[in-house]
């Protein structure tokens, strides 16, 4: 069975600093991953996916994430964080496991401080 | 683009009340959830649908029905509202169940049980 962590129910950051939103996943076969994030009432939007084809891969809105077997991570981060990156964030791990399930993180909510 | 279409967006039941929350889409895809959201819990699977006619339950299904008599139409129906399905309900569709598609969300219904 698989899970994901997320690290960090709550992430303040400067206007202009680095975001690092923390995931963790446990699979025993290979993942899929994915980054989405909420903005107030609103419902989930893509971000990014790791497929396999790539360990670090960028998504919208200046976001990447990197794909590290060996820490079971896949953190996304930003390099400068802008005050519309304020939302709730989740990371989902999708692996087969009878039928393909799709699990999702308990979210991590990001504030940008001016 | 549409996409995915919940109504209503907000409303308020008293217990014991019943309602049918709705949810379609328009890029003719097969497979479609439920989810239900709270505070600090993530998203959890309520129902899923693989095709028209065909429907299972996720992880919380307890309280709730579904049904899928066709591909763009997947209505959620609580028969006895009570105050723990008091949530932000989601429902999401996909291309297919292969692990690497993402799920693309409605706006989401909110819903309190007084």
């Known amino acids: 069975a698989q899970s994901v962590t997320q690290l960090g129910s709550h992430v303040s950051v400067s206007e202009g600093a680095l975001v690092l939103l923390r995931c963790n996943y446990s699979?025993?076969?290979?993942?899929?991953l994915f980054w989405y994030v909420q903005y107030p009432n609103q419902g989930l939007q893509l971000l990014l996916k790791?497929?396999?084809?790539?360990?670090l891969v960028k998504g919208i809105n200046g976001f990447e994430a990197e794909f590290k077997k060996s820490e079971t991570s896949f953190h996304l981060t930003k390099p400068s964080a802008h005050m519309s990156d304020a939302a709730e964030y989740f990371c989902?791990?999708?692996?087969?496991?009878?039928?393909?399930?799709?699990?999702f993180g308990t979210g991590t909510r990001l504030k940008v401080l001016a | 683009n549409a996409g995915v279409t919940q109504t209503p967006k907000f409303r308020i039941l008293k217990i014991g009340q019943s309602m049918t929350l709705q949810c379609t889409q328009d890029?003719?895809?097969?497979?479609m959830y439920w989810y239900r959201q709270d505070p600090g819990m993530g998203l959890k699977l309520i129902y899923y649908?693989?095709?028209?006619?065909?429907?299972d339950k996720g992880e919380v299904p307890n309280g709730y029905n579904v049904s899928r008599s066709t591909t763009e139409d997947f209505p959620l129906r609580l028969e006895l509202a009570a105050p723990s399905q008091t949530s932000v309900y989601f429902c999401?569709?996909?291309?297919?169940?292969?692990?690497?598609?993402?799920?693309?969300f409605g706006d989401g219904t909110r819903l309190s049980i007084l």
């Open positions: 999401a569709s996909s291309y297919s169940q292969q692990g690497n598609q993402p799920q693309h």
């Open positions: 699979s025993s076969v290979p993942p899929y």
């Open positions: 790791y497929t396999s084809a790539a360990t």
């Open positions: 989902a791990v999708s692996a087969l496991s009878g039928t393909y399930k799709y699990i």
């Open positions: 890029m003719n895809h097969n497979y």
């Open positions: 649908s693989v095709g028209a006619g065909i429907t």
